[in-house]
Each structure stands twice: as structure tokens, then as C-alpha cells.
């Protein structure tokens, strides 16, 4: 496998499940991200960890839980969430964070339903 | 803070055709870069091309291009001969240094027809 892969590519969960979206990157990178994407919003940036570390925390609730075990792994793991939490949740990857020239590369998306 | 706009929702561009994608940012810092990201219908975000602020040329990969004026602070993504598979959403973004995320604009739907 090569790039940043994903899984699972969908999700459907009820209010009270829970369960864990995991990312992967292939690419020796330090920085890894989760963002989300709702319909007919901007891309928002959810988490940020360099070097396993979390350096970025964008005002996330409690029921989106992130893990990254190591620089090549990253999960999202999710708890009671609610009917808006329904969007497409994309994991990236860059060499280093705070770096203005670094390319973030990213998976191909879960797209999650909560009903 | 950054800020990126894209004031274009949607685009259509006859197949063979060359299309702009336009994009302006507002940042303070003085290193900054810009990024191109084409996602199509499957949710991928794919990377086209990027452009630092000290580069002094415009940046191109293959059939893209982007067309850089720090003075008025545009960065537009030229796509050249336009192909059925171009038909996707278009997002520009920016990256500043210092832990500062990317962020992105609101993207242009480019619709390319036959």
C-alpha cells in the first residue's frame, strides 16, 4: 500500500455505538490530521499530532476521541455521537506541521452516517 | 488569521478548453504557501500543485498552472486542455509557518463538457 489509506470507507452507526475510524500513512511522514467535511461547508480541521503528539485541538467535543500510537497510525474514535456528526471525516499527512511549504496528502475519506 | 476565498461555486468549460479557477487569500505572515486540491465525486482529496510565497516563478505540473500575484494576492489554478475527468470540486488553500493549520477555501465545482 502506498499514499494514506483509510478504513472503513463507510459508516453507518446508531446514537449509542461506538466505534473507530483508522488511517494509515505509508509515506514516512512526522504529522498526521483528521479533518471534517460537511455537506456545503469548508474543510474544518479537527486534530493535529506531530510526532505522536497532539499539537492542535480545534474545540473537537468530548465524543470524537483521537489516538495515534505511532507516526505511521492514527484513529478517531467515536461515542454516542448525534445525527450532525453525519459527514465525510478525511486523515492527512505532511512531513512536519508548521511548515508553510510541507503538502499535506490524504486518504480517500470515511464517509459516516449517524442515524 | 488566513483566510481564503473562492468566489466561483461553479464552473463549466467545454471539454479541450482551458479554464481559470480563481482564488485570493489574506495572511500576515510573510512565509506563506498555497495549495491546489482537486476532490472528485469519490472524496479523495488529490494534490495538484503548489506555490511558495518567495518563489519567483509560477509553479506548473503538467496541465496545471497557477497563476501567482502576490500583489493582489491571488494564486488561480489554469487548467489547460481540459478532459472529462477534470469534473470535480477545487479547493485552494494556505499554509503559513509556526503550527498554523492550512486552510482551506470553500472550493469551485468545475463541470467539463463534452
Known amino acids: 500500500e502506498t499514499g494514506v489509506t483509510q478504513t472503513p470507507r463507510h459508516l453507518v452507526m446508531g446514537m449509542t455505538n461506538k466505534k473507530s475510524l483508522k488511517c494509515e500513512q505509508h509515506l514516512g511522514h512526522n504529522a498526521m490530521y483528521w479533518y471534517k467535511q460537511s455537506a456545503k461547508k469548508p474543510l474544518e480541521l479537527m486534530f493535529v499530532y506531530s510526532l505522536e503528539e497532539r499539537v492542535e485541538n480545534n474545540s473537537v467535543p468530548s465524543r470524537f476521541s483521537p489516538e495515534c500510537p505511532n507516526s505511521s497510525h492514527l484513529f478517531l474514535h467515536l461515542h454516542t455521537l448525534q445525527p450532525e456528526d453525519s459527514a465525510l471525516y478525511l486523515c492527512a499527512s505532511s512531513q512536519d506541521s508548521g511548515v508553510s511549504s510541507d503538502t499535506q496528502y490524504f486518504g480517500p475519506g470515511t464517509r459516516l452516517t449517524v442515524l | 488569521a488566513q483566510k481564503i476565498t473562492q468566489t466561483q461555486p461553479g464552473m463549466f468549460v467545454q471539454e479541450k478548453e482551458a479554464v481559470t479557477l480563481d482564488c485570493t487569500y489574506d495572511t500576515s505572515d510573510p512565509s506563506y504557501g498555497l495549495f491546489w486540491y482537486k476532490q472528485p465525486s469519490s472524496g479523495e482529496m488529490i494534490f495538484l500543485i503548489y506555490q511558495g510565497s518567495y518563489d519567483q516563478q509560477n509553479a506548473t505540473e503538467g496541465r496545471y498552472s497557477l497563476n501567482f500575484q502576490k500583489a493582489r494576492k491571488s494564486a488561480n489554478l489554469v487548467i489547460s486542455a481540459s478532459q472529462l475527468g477534470d469534473s470535480a470540486m477545487y479547493f485552494c488553500?494556505?499554509?503559513?509557518?509556526?503550527?498554523?493549520?492550512?486552510?482551506f477555501g470553500k472550493g469551485t465545482r468545475l463541470s467539463v463538457i463534452a
Open positions: 488553500a494556505n499554509g503559513a509557518s509556526g503550527n498554523t493549520p492550512l486552510v
